[in-house]
C-alpha cells in the first residue's frame, strides 16, 4: 500500500509538471508578443497551435515545424522542478504555498533568457503573487521596506549603466550599445524585495551581482578563445537575481 501511495504521488506530480510546463510555454510564448495576443502561432508559417500542440508536443499542422528546443527543456524541467519541490521544499514554506512562486520565477527566467525582456505586466502580477509570502515571512515593514530598497538599489544602477552605455556609444561614434540593465529587472527587484524582505533582498543583489560578473568573465573568455568576442555585449540580469533569491528562500 505505501509503495502504491508514492507511485501514485509521483504520477500526479508528473502529470502536474507537465500542465504547469505546457502554461509555461504558453505564456512565454503569448506575452512577449507585439500586439498581445492569447492566440500562440507557429513561428514559421503563423498557423495557430491548438491545445494539443501544448500538451503532447507534435509539429505544426500546417508546415510540420516542430516544437523549439525551449519548449522541450521546459517540459522536461517543470516535470523534475515539480517533483524535487514537493521532496525538498523550503522549511518555512509548504508545497502548495511556495509553487506558485516558483512558477513566477520560471516565468520571469524564460522570457529574459529568451527575448532579453521583463513584463511589467509579469512584474505587476509577481508582486500581487508574492506579498502574503513576504507579509508571512518577514511582517509589513520589511517586506515593504524591501520592496521599496530593491527597487531604489536598482535603479541607481540602472540609472548609471545607462549614463555609461550613453557614454560609450558617444565615444564609439554613436555605436549601438546595449543595456546592461533593463528597466524590467528594476520592477523584478522589486518584486523579489516584496518575497525577501529587508535586509535580505541586499545579499540578494549582492550575489547577483558577484555571479553576473562571474559568468561574464567565463562568457567573454569562451568567446576570446572562438575569436568571436564582441565588446560590451550584455547577458541577461534577471536569472541571477532569481537564483539568489532561491538560495535565500531555502537558507536565509
Known sequence: MFILSNILIIVGLTVLGWLIGVLLNYLADILPAEPRKWQSVCPRCQTPFSLKNYLVLNSCRNCGQGRSRRVWIVQIASVIGVISLWVFPPDRFGFLWILPYMIYIALVAIIDIEHRLILHVVSLAGAILVLPLGIAWNGWLATLIGGL???????????????????VSRARGNAVIEEALGFGDVTLTAVLGLMLGWPKITFDLVFAILLAGLVSGLYMFWMAVRRNYQPYSAIPYGPFLLIGALILIYMA
Open 149 to 167: 530598497a530593491g527597487a531604489a538599489i536598482m535603479f541607481a544602477l540602472f540609472y548609471l549603466g545607462e549614463l555609461f552605455r550613453r557614454a
